[in-house]
Every structure is written in structure tokens, then in C-alpha cells.
């Protein structure tokens, strides 16, 4: 079993910087994107960054220019600092761990983080 636990939530004041950091554990194989989605209530979850194990990133359109996403591939671990805060980045932030083993794919989802921007 694979477990993601994130920290660094918290409140914040706009134009302000937080990091959010999350830590997987468990049987993780080698190759595998780490991810961060983040989520409104009575809104889908929706994609903030990912970063491969190779290193290729990709971003959600309205957080590119502010946040960078980057991981620590011997600690399994992802990070996502988020720079020039919107109160629209307000939301409950999640880690997000994807692999295929043997053409199955399997994801992994954090307990979530709150990230509350006061204007």
C-alpha cells in the first residue's frame, strides 16, 4: 500500500508564498508521476502541477508563471511552491502518486491540505 501525507497548508495573505511538500511511502515503483490537484467545494478536482520521474513537468493554466512543482526522487517526496497567491488559489490541495505496473495503472491520493488566501 502507498501512502501520501502533505504538510505546509495553511493561511495566507495575496501576493504572499507558501510550499506544500508531500511525502509518499509504501511500494512505490520507480516510474511514476507525483502530482498535485487541488479542489473547491461543488467543483471537480483539478490538476495544479505533476512532475515526472524523468522530470518533465506540467501545469494547470492558471498557476503557470507562479508555481513550480519539483521532487526528490530518493525520498519519494514532491514539493510545490506557489508564489503571487490569488484568493482563487484558495482550496484543499491534494498529493497525487500515478504508476503503471504491468499495463495496470494505479494513483494514490493524500489526506489533502488547506490553502486558504485572504485578499
Known amino acids: 500500500q502507498v501512502r501520501l501525507v502533505e504538510s505546509g497548508g495553511g493561511l495566507v495573505q495575496a501576493g504572499g508564498s507558501l510550499r506544500l511538500s508531500c511525502s509518499a511511502s509504501?511500494?512505490?515503483?520507480?516510474?511514476?508521476?507525483l502530482g498535485w490537484y487541488r479542489q473547491t467545494p461543488g467543483n471537480q478536482r483539478e490538476l495544479v502541477a505533476s512532475?515526472?520521474?524523468?522530470?518533465?513537468?506540467s501545469y494547470g493554466d492558471s498557476v503557470k508563471g507562479r508555481f513550480t512543482i519539483s521532487r526528490e526522487n530518493a525520498e519519494n517526496s514532491v514539493y510545490l511552491q506557489m508564489n503571487s497567491l490569488k484568493s482563487e488559489d484558495t482550496a484543499v490541495y491534494y498529493c497525487?502518486?500515478?504508476?503503471?505496473?504491468?499495463?495496470?495503472?494505479?494513483?494514490?491520493w493524500g489526506q489533502g491540505t488547506q490553502v486558504t488566501v485572504s485578499s
Open positions: 509504501g511500494r512505490i515503483f520507480s516510474f511514476n508521476t
Open positions: 497525487h502518486l500515478q504508476t503503471i505496473v504491468m499495463a495496470t495503472q494505479y494513483e494514490y
Open positions: 512532475v515526472t520521474s524523468g522530470g518533465f513537468t
